[in-house]
């Protein structure tokens, strides 16, 4: 059965084409993951499809019968409900059956005793549909589910006073509970650790409805789904099977392609020779003529080119010190300690990666070592020469600036082609670099901070979470260089695919937390 039908669909933004006639489908229980390229519009298909953004053309015909379960970040959390009164809102419809036989309930003493059986059959009818859906164990399934996102703790906290990642996995734990018809996912694993990826593998791969997934942690993605809609040059194309199966499909039909364009361009050259030989005679005009026709009615096979990818190489600056820190006695945290009493010490040249669940303390730690965030207690010793580059997991403020001037503003005495090629080195087109920095997707955005950030001279690496929302092609080449890097690292990760060949040592904070 469909529950989703996209027809002929293009959609641009200004003169910036994202889908040119593009068409999908969904059927019962499929778990698609669609895939591609940072900027191809992934996301942009996502908002189409939730009726956020109008297409220019085509049809989007959804099931009238299914239900349709969207992660939307803009929901207010009002003041005063806490994070298990917001998780409770997902059997709405339940508790206000609850609340309808209470009512009927306190009725009854003023009803006719033919009034009192209807109301009774009533009763006993809705008491059916709450038995039916586990009514009664609503709580222990709240408490499953917070505990495998990791806000098992939040539960009694005013949900308005949550950070950005506690909000994304109360909305993700909301969205589980609903169990709806089709789940529409859009970078769901951004804000948990490993433990907690685990868990939602495990839901996904057990989940019997239908999903559409936007991910680039290729490891998950492919233990989780069963069709794959690859979007590149603005075309839509569906493969069956795992992650693993469409690479290989996907450059086993480019090698083909390849192949059938030679061979066409062969064709079209021995025809257009004859043409341009013989249409002049009279002799063989006609068999020109005949070729020529020919050659118009050939559907020209084009050699699309591949999207630009990234090349970063970080620019080391002068050797730092043999320590890069040591803290004593140090207890990290805002308004309440998040860790015990640490004494650590970082030397030059170890690449040190900080792991563990989230709200441990990471990201607090990595502040407090750069000076933005004053510890609690302790001291922290930094040595001498060093040149910090620092990835900041979440950026708050909504940058406007044109890309190009944004990065030339941090590179003053560079020229524009200079900064325009350093731009175009990560992966950027023209029209990325000519945007505004908001009207970016994810990744290319983590593109123009990555792009400042090699181009600075450095010698120790501060980076949380620089893999969220990069592409496959982005992490493989950012992997890369920070193996290359001669500096010092320090990194906040929760893929250990990426990071266990770039590290010397794991922190797992865990071990220090209260």
């Given at each position: 059965?469909?529950i989703?039908?996209?027809?002929?669909?293009?959609?641009?933004?200004?003169?910036?084409?994202?889908?040119?006639?593009?068409?999908?489908?969904?059927?019962?229980?499929?778990?698609?993951?669609?895939?591609?390229?940072n900027?191809e519009?992934?996301?942009?298909?996502?908002?189409?499809?939730?009726n956020?953004l109008?297409?220019?053309?085509?049809?989007?015909?959804?099931?009238?019968?299914?239900?349709?379960?969207?992660?939307?970040?803009?929901?207010?959390?009002?003041?005063?409900?806490?994070?298990?009164?917001?998780?409770?809102?997902?059997?709405?419809?339940?508790?206000?059956?609850?609340?309808?036989?209470?009512?009927?309930?306190?009725?009854?003493?003023?009803?006719?005793?033919?009034?009192?059986?209807?109301?009774?059959?009533?009763?006993?009818?809705?008491?059916?549909?709450?038995?039916a859906?586990?009514?009664?164990?609503?709580?222990?399934?709240?408490?499953?589910?917070?505990?495998?996102?990791?806000?098992?703790?939040?539960?009694?906290?005013?949900a308005?006073?949550?950070?950005?990642?506690?909000?994304?996995?109360?909305?993700?734990?909301?969205?589980?509970?609903?169990?709806?018809?089709?789940?529409?996912?859009?970078?769901?694993?951004?804000?948990?650790?490993?433990?907690?990826?685990?868990?939602?593998?495990?839901?996904?791969?057990?989940?019997?409805?239908?999903?559409?997934l936007?991910?680039h942690?290729?490891?998950?993605?492919?233990?989780?789904?069963?069709?794959?809609?690859?979007?590149?040059?603005?075309?839509?194309?569906?493969?069956?099977?795992?992650?693993?199966?469409?690479?290989?499909?996907?450059?086993?039909?480019?090698?083909?392609?390849?192949?059938?364009?030679?061979?066409?361009?062969?064709?079209?050259?021995k025809?257009?020779?004859?043409?341009?030989?013989?249409?002049?005679?009279?002799?063989?005009?006609?068999?020109?003529?005949?070729r020529?026709?020919?050659?118009?009615?050939?559907?020209?096979?084009?050699?699309?080119?591949?999207?630009i990818?990234p090349?970063?190489?970080?620019?080391?600056?002068?050797?730092?010190?043999?320590?890069?820190?040591?803290?004593?006695n140090?207890?990290i945290?805002?308004?309440?300690?998040?860790s015990?009493?640490?004494?650590?010490?970082?030397?030059?040249?170890?690449?040190?990666?900080?792991?563990?669940?989230?709200g441990?303390?990471?990201?607090?730690?990595?502040?407090?070592?750069?000076?933005?965030l004053?510890?609690?207690?302790?001291?922290?010793?930094?040595?001498?020469?060093?040149?910090?580059?620092?990835?900041?997991?979440?950026?708050?403020?909504?940058?406007?600036n044109?890309?190009?001037?944004d990065?030339w503003?941090?590179?003053?005495?560079?020229?524009?082609?200079?900064?325009?090629?350093?731009?175009?080195?990560?992966?950027?087109?023209?029209?990325?670099?000519?945007?505004?920095?908001?009207r970016?997707?994810?990744?290319?955005?983590?593109?123009v901070r990555?792009?400042?950030?090699?181009?600075?001279?450095?010698?120790?690496?501060?980076?949380?979470?620089?893999?969220?929302?990069?592409?496959?092609?982005?992490?493989?080449?950012?992997?890369?260089?920070?193996k290359?890097?001669?500096?010092?690292?320090?990194?906040?990760?929760?893929e250990?695919?990426?990071?266990?060949?770039?590290?010397t040592?794991?922190?797992?904070?865990?071990?220090?937390?209260?």
């Amino acid at each position: 059965m469909s529950i989703l039908s996209v027809e002929n669909m293009s959609h641009s933004f200004g003169e910036r084409i994202i889908f040119s006639n593009v068409s999908f489908r969904l059927l019962k229980g499929e778990h698609i993951a669609l895939v591609g390229a940072n900027g191809e519009g992934k996301s942009t298909f996502m908002k189409i499809i939730t009726n956020q953004l109008l297409p220019d053309e085509g049809n989007i015909d959804w099931n009238s019968k299914i239900s349709i379960g969207y992660m939307d970040q803009h929901v207010d959390l009002k003041n005063g409900n806490t994070v298990a009164t917001v998780l409770q809102g997902a059997f709405s419809n339940l508790f206000d059956i609850e609340k309808k036989i209470t009512d009927l309930y306190n009725e009854l003493s003023d009803m006719t005793e033919e009034e009192s059986n209807k109301t009774l059959l009533k009763i006993s009818t809705m008491q059916d549909v709450l038995d039916a859906n586990n009514f009664y164990g609503i709580d222990s399934k709240i408490e499953a589910t917070a505990a495998g996102l990791g806000i098992r703790e939040f539960l009694d906290v005013d949900a308005s006073n949550l950070s950005g990642g506690q909000r994304t996995k109360v909305l993700l734990a909301k969205l589980l509970l609903e169990t709806p018809d089709v789940l529409l996912l859009d970078e769901p694993t951004n804000h948990l650790d490993e433990e907690h990826i685990e868990w939602l593998k495990n839901y996904l791969i057990s989940y019997e409805n239908a999903f559409i997934l936007i991910s680039h942690d290729t490891e998950f993605v492919n233990s989780v789904i069963n069709v794959v809609y690859h979007l590149e040059h603005k075309k839509l194309t569906r493969y069956v099977g795992d992650y693993n199966h469409f690479l290989k499909l996907h450059d086993i039909k480019q090698e083909q392609l390849v192949i059938e364009y030679k061979e066409q361009q062969n064709e079209i050259a021995k025809l257009e020779n004859f043409v341009r030989k013989n249409k002049a005679r009279a002799s063989t005009a006609k068999q020109a003529k005949s070729r020529e026709k020919k050659l118009d009615k050939i559907e020209r096979i084009e050699i699309k080119s591949e999207a630009i990818k990234p090349h970063f190489e970080f620019i080391k600056a002068r050797r730092s010190d043999s320590v890069i820190f040591q803290a004593k006695n140090l207890v990290i945290g805002y308004h309440q300690p998040l860790s015990k009493s640490l004494n650590l010490k970082m030397q030059r040249d170890q690449k040190i990666a900080l792991v563990g669940a989230n709200g441990l303390g990471k990201s607090t730690l990595l502040k407090s070592l750069l000076g933005l965030l004053q510890p609690i207690n302790g001291k922290i010793n930094l040595g001498d020469y060093q040149e910090v580059g620092y990835f900041e997991q979440e950026l708050a403020e909504d940058n406007t600036n044109i890309v190009l001037d944004d990065v030339w503003f941090k590179f003053p005495d560079s020229t524009q082609s200079e900064v325009r090629r350093n731009l175009a080195q990560c992966g950027l087109t023209r029209k990325h670099i000519e945007s505004p920095f908001n009207r970016l997707s994810g990744g290319e955005q983590a593109k123009v901070r990555l792009c400042k950030l090699i181009n600075k001279p450095t010698n120790i690496l501060v980076l949380d979470e620089p893999t969220n929302h990069l592409d496959v092609y982005a992490k493989s080449e950012l992997k890369r260089a920070l193996k290359a890097y001669s500096g010092s690292i320090i990194l906040v990760c929760h893929e250990p695919e990426f990071y266990k060949d770039i590290v010397t040592d794991v922190w797992n904070c865990e071990d220090w937390a209260i």
